[in-house]
C-alpha cells in the first residue's frame, strides 16, 4: 500500500507564493504518472497539473505560474505555486497512479486572501 502525505499550504495574500510537498513511501520513479487536483466546496477535484515519464501538463488556469516536479532522492513531489490568486483557493491533493491502482494524499489547503 502505497502512501501520499502532502504538506505545504497555508494562507497567503494574492501574488505570494507556496510550494506544495506530496511525500511518497515508495519508490516515485516506480509510478506510473503523479498529479496534483484541487477541490473547493461544491465542486468536483480537478486536475491542476501532471507528470508522465518527466512530461507536464496544467491547468489552463495555471500555466506560467504552476510547476510540478518530482525528487527521487526525497521521493517527494512537489507542486510550485507562484503568482497565487484567490481563485486558486482550495484542498491540493497529491495524487499518484501504480500498476493501475490509484492512490491519493490526505490533502492541504490552500487560502489566498485577497
Known amino acids: 500500500q502505497v502512501q501520499l502525505v502532502d504538506s505545504g499550504g497555508g494562507l497567503v495574500q494574492t501574488g505570494g507564493s507556496l510550494r506544495l510537498s506530496c511525500a511518497a513511501s515508495?519508490?516515485?520513479?516506480?509510478?506510473?504518472?503523479m498529479a496534483w487536483y484541487v477541490q473547493v466546496p461544491g465542486k468536483q477535484r480537478e486536475l491542476v497539473a501532471g507528470i508522465m515519464s518527466g512530461h507536464t501538463n496544467y491547468a489552463d488556469s495555471v500555466k506560467g505560474r504552476f510547476t510540478i516536479s518530482t525528487e527521487t532522492v526525497s521521493n517527494t513531489a512537489y507542486l510550485q505555486m507562484n503568482s497565487l490568486k484567490p481563485e486558486d483557493t482550495g484542498i491540493y491533493y497529491c495524487y499518484a497512479v501504480l500498476w493501475n491502482h490509484e492512490f491519493w494524499g490526505q490533502g492541504t489547503q490552500v487560502t489566498v486572501s485577497a
Open positions: 515508495a519508490n516515485i520513479d516506480s509510478f506510473d504518472a
